[in-house]
């Protein structure tokens, strides 16, 4: 697991002894030697574990900067060239081992002793730069299991589509597509390595899945047993996709991004061909040069033919125009550093994404191409997409949950509606603070329910990793509900902890989806909750439901609900 989880402060501030490593000629130390086979080893587990916070380049985002500069100890123990306070193989292998308060996981319980040594020692060595991909490598990688012409013209199976749930199984590198009405395992889908995300076509026909290892898989809904019908190597590390949704472009393209190389690509939406690759590599917010912007959030506008894509270490949000993609256009709205997660507010005209290190909320104006507002928040924001509905005092809100603070935040956002007339003095302002507790990564609600819904998988508390918060929308004084979700699973008791994680609705908005996501060797589940009396509907398990992570109802991702 690679998401930073709040971990005990006193552990690591008790653990600061210095190892001092050899020094060579100049005085300056040396990095650890390791063997060519040590460091294949630990450059996998860096890009496994370590990268998605750290980057390729270690240059930092949510995680440190874990250049050498930083990482090696001088003589001393102390200062380096770089000027900060190094830290060394001893100091580096417990801060690994224990996490740290600002944020960082411990990992003793997913490394060995071992590996926690040999990625001390990996860090402290100059990073590995990696290869560029370009389009003809992405061309190479293009397979067309299913053309177009071999696919059915109508619906073969007999699933309620508009219900089905594509389930990422994150340890295995598949999905799980789910029929929702019977809660039966339609199938499971090989794909790229511990896959992120999944996204629909505007028709709601193909599903696409990308990976972190950036293999990008296109299911084809319709056929009788849904299958993979294309691939596609995006790049060697990603972790969005979504489609062109403008009316008239429906299912025409798709656009993935990377996090290495830093780019994006845009491809045909039915067979995943490369049309384009374009860099990211630029200026950030700050006018500063950044080797590895890396592609965070994407999402389609339904009101032009335009993605909104958000570069993680620029700040900077690109509104890219497909409606001619051999002469793209891109407007260059600048925001704060680093772009993470984000969605529409509900009228879909203003997309707000997390700057998440500069505590603050990004939003977009999709209709007139500007930043709408900068919005100061409590500690690292971490919305996924969010979740909207009309506050009984301030109007229409957006909500977002914090990785790093305690609270659920509701943002007033602008609607046309005359009815709201009264709430536009609050527009773009933090109208009121939830409490909660930190390690929060999803929010959810629908617009049929009345219920709030709020995780905190990553908190270091077992009960409360393990339990979801519900508060009422109408009288959000009332105490929230929590719900234990280990507990109302059944499932034996273990020693990894079964976090809580991703509240996903049921298209019909009636039904609350959970995973419990437990070790890779231990039963999971996805618990079903009826919304209206939040009561277990059915608690959703088989041995080779492993990992389950974030579950993506067709309708509601096709629509953008939330
Ligand atoms: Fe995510 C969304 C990046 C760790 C589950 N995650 C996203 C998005 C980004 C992102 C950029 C937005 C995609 C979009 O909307 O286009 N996630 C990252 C990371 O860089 C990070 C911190 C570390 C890493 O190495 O990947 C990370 N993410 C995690 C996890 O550990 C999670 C909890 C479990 C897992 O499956 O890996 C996780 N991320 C998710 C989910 C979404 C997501 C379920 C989509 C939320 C939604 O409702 O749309």
């Given at each position: 697991m690679t998401f930073p989880r709040l971990s005990s402060i006193a552990a690591v501030v008790m653990l600061t002894g210095l190892a001092v490593p050899a020094m060579a000629q100049d005085n300056k130390p040396e990095a650890p030697a390791m063997t060519a086979a040590e460091k294949e080893t630990a450059k996998k587990i860096y890009f496994e574990r370590c990268a998605g916070c750290h980057g390729v380049l270690r240059?930092?985002?949510?995680?440190k900067n874990l250049e050498p500069h930083w990482t090696k100890t001088d003589k001393d123990g102390k200062k380096t060239e770089g000027g900060t306070l190094a830290l060394g193989q001893s100091r580096l292998e417990k801060i690994i081992g224990?996490?740290?308060?600002?944020?960082m996981v411990n990992f003793d319980d997913i490394l060995t002793k071992e590996e926690l040594t040999l990625m001390a020692k990996y860090i402290q060595n100059t990073p590995d730069v990696p290869p560029e991909y370009s389009f003809k490598d992405t061309m190479d990688s293009?397979?067309?299991?299913?053309p177009v012409d071999k696919r059915p013209t109508k619906q073969m199976n007999k699933l309620n589509l508009k219900n089905v749930f594509s389930v990422t199984l994150r340890d295995t590198g598949e999905v799980a597509l789910i029929d929702g009405d019977t809660k039966e395992i339609v199938s499971i889908v090989k794909t790229g390595y511990a896959v992120h995300i999944s996204r629909l076509s505007a028709s709601g026909r193909y599903v696409y899945v990308i990976g972190r290892d950036g293999r990008l898989s296109l299911i084809d809904l319709w056929m009788e047993k849904p299958s993979v019908v294309a691939e596609l190597k995006i790049g060697f590390d990603a972790r969005s996709v979504d489609t062109s949704k403008f009316k008239g472009f429906e299912d025409k393209y798709a656009i993935a991004g990377s996090y290495w190389p830093p780019q994006y690509v845009i491809m045909d939406g039915d067979t995943l061909k490369p049309r384009k690759v374009v860099g990211t590599r630029g200026m950030t917010v700050d006018g500063e040069y950044h080797p590895e912007p890396r592609v965070a959030s994407i999402v389609a506008s339904f009101i032009k033919p335009e993605w909104v894509v958000n570069i993680k270490e620029t700040g900077q949000i690109l509104l890219v125009d497909y409606s001619d993609i051999e002469n793209l256009k891109t407007t260059t709205i600048a925001s704060a550093k680093f772009l993470h997660d984000g969605g529409w507010d509900a009228s879909k005209r203003y997309f707000l994404v997390a700057a998440n290190a500069s505590n603050k909320i990004a939003a977009v104006d999709t209709k007139t191409g500007k930043l709408a507002a900068l919005v100061d928040t409590a500690k690292i924001p971490h919305p996924g997409r969010g979740a909207n509905f009309v506050h009984p005092k301030f109007g229409p809100v957006w909500a977002t949950g914090h990785l790093g603070a305690d609270v659920v935040t509701l943002i007033s956002t602008p609607s046309?509606?005359?009815?709201?007339?009264?709430?536009?003095?609050?527009?773009?302002?933090?109208?009121q603070e939830m409490k909660h507790v930190p390690g929060n990564l999803f929010v959810k609600t629908h617009p049929k329910s009345k219920h709030f819904w709020a995780d905190a998988p990553q908190n270091p508390d077992k009960d409360l990793a393990e339990s979801v918060a519900v508060w009422d929308m109408a009288d959000l004084s009332k105490p929230k509900a929590i719900l234990n979700v280990a507990k109302d699973s059944g499932l034996p008791e273990t020693k990894a902890v079964k976090r809580a994680v991703h509240p996903e609705y049921s298209a019909d908005g009636k039904e609350v989806w959970i995973s419990l996501w437990g070790g890779k060797t231990d039963q999971s589940a996805i618990v079903v909750y009826d919304?209206?009396?939040?009561?277990?509907?059915k608690v959703i398990t088989d041995p080779?439901?492993?990992?389950?992570t974030g579950k993506f109802n067709v309708y509601n991702t096709q629509h953008d609900i939330y």
């Open positions: 240059k930092g985002a949510t995680g224990y996490g740290t308060d600002g944020g293009w397979k067309l299991m299913v046309e509606d005359p009815k709201h007339k009264q709430f536009k003095q609050y527009n773009w302002k933090v109208v919304d209206a009396t939040l009561k277990v509907k080779k439901m492993i990992t389950p």
